[in-house]
């Protein structure tokens, strides 16, 4: 399978802990998102990468959340000091790039995380 | 005001039937629109993209009113497996953040 990977699938913590997650995009696509979602809404956009740059960051990325592409390949994700309002779906996407702003995202599966 | 809003429903729509999903946008430098379909408990897929002239895939429409700032979708004989979330998404200004409604869910009953 060449689609979007995100690893783990499922993480539990408790209150305060960090936590990271990883996404795996299509190869050679050069753009990369981060979503999060939470139960009865649509995703909400996070950050995105262009390679390995971090060109966009929302206002919901508190200083409790990085994210980083150090070599334009995978990312990560970490939340530190985690708190039960994290609790959410993370979804990452990749598009290939060059196509301007209608080019399709393709979705991973997404890392769920419970935030005890 | 959201910046996109859908009827969240859920329609219940007997096999066979036509049913029409709506969505607004507030942002008029929306420059592209997106249907996405989501199953439960799983990541959101691409559905179609939504062009000014409007757009067909077999049994799905998809209408965009640049007027209106109004966006609709159309499925034609629904089937079983067209049960699932329905997400309204628009870009915004001239960049590559996706705006999405909350979705409407469809469940097709037979």
């Known amino acids: 399978d060449t689609g979007v990977s995100q690893d783990p699938r499922h993480k539990i913590t408790k209150r305060g802990q960090n936590v990271t997650f990883r996404c795996d995009p299509i190869s050679e696509h050069n753009r990369l998102y981060w979503y999060r979602q939470t139960l009865g809404q649509g995703p909400e956009f996070l950050t995105y990468f262009q390679n390995e740059a971090q060109l966009e960051k929302s206002r919901l990325l508190s200083d409790r959340f990085s994210a980083e592409r150090p070599k334009g390949s995978f990312s990560t994700l970490e939340i530190q000091r985690t708190e039960q309002g994290d609790s959410a779906m993370y979804l990452c996407a990749s598009s290939p790039g060059g196509g301007g702003l209608g080019e399709t995202q393709y979705f991973g599966p997404g890392t769920r995380l419970l935030v005890l | ?110």
């Not at chain 2, 999903?21 to 897929?45: G, V």
């Not at chain 2, 067909?56 to 699932?84: C, H, M, P, V, W």
């Open chain 2, 1 to 110: 005001r959201k910046e996109v809003e859908q009827d969240p429903g859920p329609f219940n729509v007997p096999e066979g039937a036509t049913v029409a999903f709506n969505c607004t946008y507030s942002n008029s430098a929306s420059q592209s629109f997106f249907w996405y379909r989501q199953d439960c408990r799983k990541e959101p897929k691409l559905l179609m993209s939504v062009y000014s002239s409007g757009n067909e895939d077999g049994r799905f429409t998809a209408q965009l009113n640049r007027a209106s700032q109004y966006i609709s979708l159309l499925i034609r004989d629904s089937k079983l497996s067209d049960s699932a979330t329905y997400l309204c998404v628009v870009n915004r200004y001239s960049n590559y953040q996706l705006i999405w409604g909350a979705g409407t869910k469809l469940i097709i009953k037979p």
